[in-house]
């Protein structure tokens, strides 16, 4: 959630030191980037009261709102060490709404789940989603 926060406070000083005077605009964009640090808090609770389930033939049990859903990994998921970018999808709902993006960082869970999430990713969802793709 710091990161998230961070990025934004970066954003808005960014924005406040190279405008000297300001305008209609320049109150609507600082408006935009508060109101967008909003919502990524939002989302960042959210996740804090997620759980994740590794399930060992590759798809994933997320616990969250009194619910637990089994989704799938889809093709394309990566992983750049710092950050994980899946996109998952729920074969019990098959239009848009039942495709989920979901972007994770170290922060977001303990060390040794991190690694482990990140090895079960590799092993099992990226070899899944690649067979069905």
């Known amino acids: 959630m710091a990161s998230v926060l961070l990025f934004h406070i970066a954003a808005g000083l960014a924005l406040f030191v190279s405008i000297p005077n300001?305008?209609?605009?320049?109150?609507?964009?600082?408006?935009?980037?508060?109101?967008?640090a909003f919502m990524a808090?939002?989302?960042e609770m959210a996740k804090a009261e997620t759980s994740f389930?590794?399930?060992?033939?590759g798809s994933l049990k997320i616990g969250r709102e009194g619910g637990i859903r089994t989704l799938r990994v889809q093709a394309g998921a990566v992983d750049f060490g710092f950050i994980?970018?899946?996109?998952?999808?729920?074969?019990?709902?098959?239009?848009?709404?039942?495709?989920?993006?979901?972007?994770?960082?170290?922060?977001n869970m303990k060390v040794d789940e991190w690694r482990a999430f990140r090895?079960?990713?590799?092993?099992?969802?990226?070899?899944?989603?690649?067979e069905s793709a």
């Open 53 to 57: 389930v590794l399930q060992s033939d």
């Open 22 to 36: 300001f305008s209609v605009p320049d109150l609507f964009l600082i408006s935009l980037i508060a109101l967008s």
């Open 84 to 107: 994980l970018w899946i996109g998952l999808a729920d074969d019990e709902i098959h239009t848009a709404r039942g495709l989920f993006r979901l972007g994770l960082v170290p922060r």
């Open 119 to 130: 090895i079960w990713l590799r092993l099992l969802a990226f070899k899944r989603s690649a």
């Open 41 to 43: 808090g939002r989302v």
